[in-house]
């Protein structure tokens, strides 16, 4: 694993947030200041056909990355476009029972409106 490719699976893994490739750029340049911006995106595509990252997409919202590869689902908040883990237990099983299919893999994100956007609301 090169240096860069480094640097930014410990950027991905030291944030508590989904970060967009942007906001993993500005964070890897404080580190690497001549990290090109193209070296991030091929280093995160990378990373996701590896299977060592999640994508992440959200109607409107950059593209973000996970470093939780286990299946898990996403709550996205469509007032201020905030992005989090969302743990249904046995969702898989529910499809599985309901449809009759095996499921090899999923996506899930859910349009909310936050904790913070329902209390100013």
Same mark, same amino acid.
């Given at each position: 694993?090169? $240096?860069? $490719?480094?640097?930014?699976?410990?950027?991905?893994? *030291?944030?508590?947030?989904?970060?967009?490739?942007?906001?993993?750029?500005?964070?890897?340049?404080?580190?690497?200041?001549?990290?090109?911006? &193209?070296? /991030?995106? $091929?280093? @995160?595509? @990378?990373? /996701?056909?590896? &299977?060592?990252?999640?994508?992440?997409?959200?109607?409107?919202?950059? /593209?973000?990355? *996970?470093?939780?590869?286990?299946?898990?689902?996403?709550?996205?908040? !469509?007032?201020? !476009?905030?992005?989090? *883990?969302?743990?249904?237990? &046995?969702?898989?099983? @529910?499809?599985?029972?309901?449809? &009759?299919?095996?499921?090899?893999?999923?996506?899930?994100?859910? $349009?909310?409106?936050?904790?913070?956007?329902?209390?100013?609301?």
């Amino acid at each position: 694993m090169t $240096r860069q $490719r480094k640097l930014i699976h410990q950027i991905i893994c *030291d944030s508590p947030m989904h970060l967009s490739a942007e906001e993993i750029y500005f964070e890897a340049k404080k580190s690497c200041p001549s990290i090109a911006v &193209g070296t /991030v995106y $091929r280093n @995160l595509n @990378l990373m /996701v056909e590896e &299977g060592q990252i999640l994508k992440i997409e959200a109607p409107g919202q950059p /593209v973000r990355f *996970d470093k939780n590869i286990h299946p898990h689902e996403h709550f996205f908040c !469509g007032s201020c !476009g905030r992005l989090f *883990d969302l743990n249904v237990k &046995g969702i898989k099983e @529910l499809i599985e029972a309901q449809s &009759g299919l095996t499921v090899e893999s999923y996506t899930l994100s859910v $349009r909310c409106r936050c904790e913070c956007c329902q209390e100013t609301a």
